[in-house]
């Protein structure tokens, strides 16, 4: 969805790594969240922000913290990057809480 | 816990064929439900909701059914194109802070 954008889009690192994974939205929607994706598995949920005052951890925050910087951008940090933290990571808005989110393409993550 | 699940992980379908879709879900008290569809490489779209005081509800091609009774939906696409295939899941809304996805079905068009 061009709506929301993720940057960037592949990232290769290392153990130990600080990194961070930026999104940025158009929709004007004041929820974002954080997922990861693995095989096998559905989205889990990382961190969300109700608003730019306003950050929850979500069900494996462990190894993440998040910064909401504007209404349209919500970047995640992997302080100190671990190979279990290989997956495919995606930022998400809505409207309002449960209701229909729109997803980012995608930031696919591997960790060496 | 409480858990969305799909029955079948692969589904084959010929073109122009009706597909079927299913999703288990665990939480009588989930209220609101969303089918998504993830293209290879891309995030998921959302392609039809529907709320717990709904039996049915049809979009362009597709319908969902909510069988509360079973706790069972499903998603229905007539005359299955090439251009559905992907992955489908199911996302279950069972209250505030909780919504929770399925792991996804992949659905296969053959020419």
């Known amino acids: 969805d061009a709506d929301v954008t993720q940057t960037p889009r592949n990232r290769i690192t290392k153990t130990g790594k600080r990194i961070m994974l930026e999104c940025s939205q158009t929709?004007?929607?004041?929820?974002m969240y954080w997922y990861r994706q693995d095989p096998g598995l559905g989205l889990r949920l990382i961190y969300y922000?109700?608003?730019?005052?306003?950050?929850n951890k979500g069900e494996i925050s462990d190894g993440y913290s998040v910064s909401r910087q504007a209404q349209a951008k919500f970047s995640l940090s992997l302080e100190s990057a671990i190979p279990n933290q290989t997956a495919l990571y995606f930022c998400?808005?809505?409207?309002?809480?449960?209701?229909?989110?729109?997803f980012g393409p995608g930031t696919r993550l591997l960790v060496l | 816990g409480e858990s969305v699940g799909l029955h079948l992980p692969t589904l084959s379908v010929q073109e122009g064929d009706n597909s079927i879709i299913n999703c288990a879900y665990s939480?009588?008290?989930?209220?609101?439900f969303i089918w998504y569809k993830q293209e290879s490489g891309k995030g998921p779209q959302f392609i039809i909701d529907?709320?717990?005081?709904?039996d049915k509800r049809q979009g362009q091609r597709v319908t969902v059914l909510l069988n509360k009774t079973v706790k069972h939906l499903s998603l229905q696409i007539a005359a299955t194109q090439p251009g559905d295939s992907a992955v489908y899941f199911c996302?279950?809304?069972?209250?505030?802070?909780?919504?929770?996805f399925g792991t996804g079905t992949k659905l296969q068009v053959i020419p």
């Open positions: 998400a808005t809505s409207d309002s809480w449960g209701e229909t989110q729109y």
């Open positions: 929709k004007g929607h004041d929820r």
């Open positions: 922000s109700f608003d730019v005052k306003d950050i």
């Open positions: 939480n009588s008290a989930s209220d609101y």
């Open positions: 529907i709320r717990s005081n709904m």
């Open positions: 996302a279950e809304n069972s209250g505030y802070q909780k919504v929770t």
